[in-house]
């Protein structure tokens, strides 16, 4: 598929650093320049809406209409966050942003907080990225000594200050009010919703959160314009995206493409097919807590109304390949053992859903598995969704339900043979 990079356009400059010179000579700032000098904060945000931008976190919401929400002289700070927290397993491409184009993330946070009216930002930078911390603070302090940041930006009357903060590895912190509660200082447990952020954020006043990806579109559209943009890919799902493509693939990477792209061409023509060229067996389209795919769905577009459609969710975009060796009982061990670790515990539902999901799949996997325990499965997963105050419950069991759906005689053989029929191979 022939496509011009935007996001990561700066692959292909031979020697790029990603340093404030080189972005500059780039064409970089020259849409914040556009924007303070003609154009109105709500101009930015109607662009934003035009273009279609979704956001790339996780739940795909529209930027602009998101921005939306923010009352109009609320008689408080407006906040902006920028949700560097990336722990979707299976996610590395908002590090690769922070890391290689730190500037390009930072325009944008400026230019979304010139549209909602926000004077000081957070950019949340996991606790595991030491690079992209040192980067991204590195950015903003060039961009305080070029007068992109601080008081009077490029001669306006728009000031801002952006703070970043480096989260404690914990995977709720990228969930947007456990990220709040963490920036506050304290532990990061969602918040029940309603209000929410755009209403009662960060130190209760409304606040935009934004993903890294996400905010690194604003600069191509608004320098390129909004119809542009509108012009990639689907119509309901704009723009580039970013797809993380890891597991049993010949050349794993972060690969940027329309979402026009079917699942079979970012697989077979894109990563290089499947390693050893064994068959394909399972394919994990938006990050662990997305449901699972099979060959049956290779034709599907990776956009997110026709993932959506195929059983699935288009999620952080992070692919996770799988050959025919992959125990699937296996799988849904290791995915159900990270969730129920990193369960805030707030719930019930989730914090003991999560723990009898892992200890029931374990004694599956380990030969010790009963015929009850396939319906024990469903009917955990049953009690875990849309009961609780935020939706990592729904992504611990919305997978374990697919594998069931679609792999069942496996889960089926295991109790059988009180054994794994896969040697108990490594699943990834
Ligand atoms: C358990 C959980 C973990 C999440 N982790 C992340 C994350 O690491 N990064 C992220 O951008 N969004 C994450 N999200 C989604 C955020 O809550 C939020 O929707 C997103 O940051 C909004 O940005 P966007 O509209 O630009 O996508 C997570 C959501 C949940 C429920
Ligand atoms: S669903 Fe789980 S992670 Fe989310 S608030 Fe409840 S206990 Fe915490």
Redesign the pocket.
């Known amino acids: 598929m022939a496509y011009e990079r935007i996001l990561t356009r700066y692959q292909e400059i031979p020697g790029y650093t990603g340093t404030m010179d080189a972005y500059l000579a780039h064409g970089g700032y020259q849409a914040l320049a556009k924007a303070l000098q003609g154009m109105q904060p709500a101009e930015v945000t109607e662009a934003v809406k035009r273009s279609g931008l979704r956001?790339?976190?996780?739940?795909g919401?529209p930027?602009g209409v998101?921005w939306g929400f923010i009352p109009k002289n609320a008689g408080k700070p407006v906040y902006l966050v920028c949700?560097g927290?990336?722990?979707?397993p299976g996610t590395f491409k908002d590090r690769m942003l922070i890391e290689d184009e730190p500037h390009q993330v930072l325009e944008g946070i400026i230019l979304a907080c010139y549209a909602i009216g926000c004077r000081r930002a957070f950019f949340y930078v996991r606790g595991e990225f030491g690079r992209g911390a040192e980067r991204a603070q590195r950015a903003i302090d060039d961009a305080y000594a070029r007068g992109y940041l601080g008081r009077n930006i490029l001669g306006s009357d728009f000031d801002l200050d952006v703070v970043l903060h480096r989260g404690a590895g914990a995977?709720?912190c990228?969930?947007?009010t456990g990220l709040l509660e963490s920036l506050e200082g304290k532990r990061g447990q969602p918040r029940p919703k309603p209000p929410f952020p755009a209403v009662a954020g960060l130190y209760r006043c409304p606040t935009v959160?934004?993903?890294?990806e996400?905010l690194s579109n604003l600069p191509h559209i608004i320098l390129r314009g909004a119809e542009w943009y509108a012009a990639i890919g689907p119509a309901k799902s704009t723009g580039p995206r970013l797809f993380s493509v890891s597991g049993h693939v010949n050349r794993p990477g972060n690969y940027e493409l329309p979402m026009s792209i079917t699942l079979r061409e970012l697989i077979f023509e894109q990563a290089g097919g499947i390693r050893g060229n064994r068959r394909l067996k399972a394919v994990i389209p938006g990050g662990s807590s997305s449901p699972v795919l099979t060959e049956q769905h290779l034709d599907v577009t990776m956009d997110f109304e026709s993932l959506a459609a195929a059983g699935s969710m288009g999620g952080s975009g992070a692919v996770i390949v799988m050959d025919d060796r992959t125990c699937m009982v296996h799988v849904g061990e290791i995915v159900s053992r990270f969730y129920h670790h990193e369960s805030c515990g707030q719930c019930t539902q989730c914090r003991e859903g999560t723990a009898w999901l892992h200890k029931v799949l374990h004694r599956i996997e380990h030969g010790k598995g009963r015929q009850e325990d396939l319906d024990l499965l469903l009917d955990l997963c049953d009690n875990m969704k849309g009961k609780t105050i935020?939706?990592?419950s729904d992504?611990a069991a919305m997978p374990i339900e697919s594998y069931l759906k679609h792999f069942r005689e496996e889960f089926e053989q295991h109790v059988r043979e009180r054994a794994c029929p896969f040697g108990g191979a490594e699943a990834f």
């Open positions: 956001g790339r976190g996780g739940a919401f930027c998101k949700n927290d990336e722990s979707e995977y709720i990228g969930e947007e959160v934004n993903n890294v996400t935020c939706v990592l992504a």
